[in-house]
């Protein structure tokens, strides 16, 4: 088992920026392929970002450019830097592990119960 708990959402004005953590315990970190995911009120959760065991980043459309997702395996913690936020960023953010870095939730095993980001305009 791996658990997992996310930080740092809260309210912050349009073009602000946040830094969300996510806290894995249990199994090893480094074996895994952390995600984050998010989820508008009355809207399917998304994909936003992954990061492979060896590094390599993923990002949807939506987000490049703006977020970077980065892992400190010493500190078995997964990182979303967002900047240059927008209102359609407002959701509930899920942090994910799973075997591969992919777009799909369906893919991840593992995941924590969300932290919420709103964003004014």
């Known amino acids: 088992q791996v658990q997992l708990v996310e930080s740092g959402g809260g309210l912050v004005q349009a073009g602000g920026s946040l830094r969300l953590s996510c806290a894995a315990s249990?199994?090893?970190?480094?074996?895994?392929?952390m995600g984050w995911f998010r989820q508008a009120p009355g809207k399917e959760r998304e994909f936003v970002a992954a990061?492979?065991?060896?590094?390599?980043?993923y990002y949807a459309d939506s987000v490049k450019g703006r977020f970077a997702i980065s892992r400190d395996n010493a500190k078995n913690t997964v990182y979303l830097q967002m900047n240059s936020l927008k209102p359609e960023d407002t959701a509930d953010y899920y942090c994910?592990?799973?075997?591969?870095?992919?777009?799909?939730?369906?893919?991840?095993?593992?995941w924590g119960h969300g932290t919420q980001v709103t964003v004014s305009s």
């Open positions: 994910s592990a799973g075997i591969q870095a992919v777009p799909r939730d369906r893919q991840y095993n593992y």
């Open positions: 249990g199994r090893t970190f480094s074996n895994y392929a």
């Open positions: 990061i492979s065991r060896s590094g390599i980043t």
